[in-house]
């Protein structure tokens, strides 16, 4: 029985406690909110503070802000949409142009040369399209060289897209109509630049 009077009277403290402070902090509000219609030095702190704690009054400066600082990120990022879609329409403009390309170009087919004391070494690399040069399907290396006033060209090798480079087997008879030695072929077979495989 004293435990239960007890716990009453604690928690009738308590609630009577907490009422006396909400009814002072509700009468101090009241008389600082009438005060602050007159001192517009303390309505500029209250409006403040509610902007701090995240209750803003109607009209307060931290709203006008943040509205203000919307609109700007809300036309920065226009702006960027409007600058990628531009980029997109470029995009797709070139694509359809290469596309066009592509379907007019039947070979297509890049060369490199490496010149060697004895001659010239040439690797060609043929490609399926203009728009995926990445993606060859046969690469050829072979020599020229001119001896006794007459052009002599001996294939080196080949390669098709996904295999191993196939060298050419030369005879002694085709080296000496070119006047070259197994030593010069070997350096041509270095000089070739086959696509590199993954």
Same mark, same amino acid.
């Given at each position: 029985?004293?435990?239960?009077?007890?716990?009453?009277?604690? !928690?009738?403290?308590?609630?009577?406690?907490?009422?006396?402070? !909400?009814?002072?902090?509700?009468?101090?509000?009241?008389?600082?909110? *009438?005060?602050?219609?007159?001192?517009?030095?303390?309505?500029?702190?209250?409006?403040?503070?509610?902007?701090?704690?995240?209750?803003?009054?109607?009209?307060?400066?931290?709203? *006008?802000?943040?509205?203000?600082?919307?609109?700007?990120?809300?036309?920065?990022?226009?702006?960027?949409?409007?600058?990628?879609?531009?980029?997109?329409?470029?995009?797709?403009?070139?694509?359809?142009?290469?596309?066009?390309? *592509? &379907?007019?170009?039947?070979?297509?087919?890049?060369?490199?040369?490496? &010149?060697?004391?004895?001659? !010239?070494?040439?690797?060609?690399?043929?490609?399926?399209? !203009?728009?995926?040069?990445?993606?060859?399907?046969?690469?050829?290396?072979?020599?020229?060289?001119?001896?006794?006033?007459?052009?002599?060209?001996?294939?080196?090798?080949?390669?098709?897209?996904? =295999?191993?480079?196939?060298?050419?087997?030369?005879?002694?008879?085709?080296?000496?109509?070119?006047?070259?030695?197994?030593?010069?072929?070997?350096?041509?077979?270095?000089?070739?630049?086959?696509? =590199?495989?993954?």
């Amino acid at each position: 029985m004293i435990a239960l009077r007890w716990f009453q009277h604690a !928690v009738g403290s308590s609630i009577g406690t907490v009422m006396v402070y !909400v009814f002072s902090g509700l009468l101090c509000a009241l008389v600082v909110t *009438s005060v602050a219609e007159e001192i517009p030095e303390l309505a500029e702190l209250i409006h403040e503070v509610r902007c701090i704690i995240g209750f803003p009054a109607e009209g307060a400066r931290c709203i *006008s802000d943040e509205i203000d600082s919307l609109r700007d990120l809300q036309e920065e990022t226009a702006h960027k949409n409007r600058e990628l879609e531009e980029r997109l329409q470029a995009q797709e403009t070139r694509e359809e142009e290469l596309a066009a390309l *592509s &379907t007019k170009v039947e070979n297509f087919s890049l060369f490199e040369s490496e &010149t060697l004391d004895f001659g !010239v070494v040439t690797t060609g690399v043929r490609f399926g399209t !203009v728009l995926r040069p990445e993606e060859w399907s046969h690469a050829w290396c072979y020599t020229d060289r001119t001896v006794r006033g007459l052009a002599r060209r001996i294939a080196v090798g080949e390669q098709d897209a996904g =295999k191993p480079i196939v060298w050419h087997r030369v005879s002694d008879a085709e080296l000496q109509d070119a006047d070259l030695t197994r030593a010069q072929l070997e350096q041509a077979q270095t000089a070739c630049h086959f696509p =590199k495989t993954p």
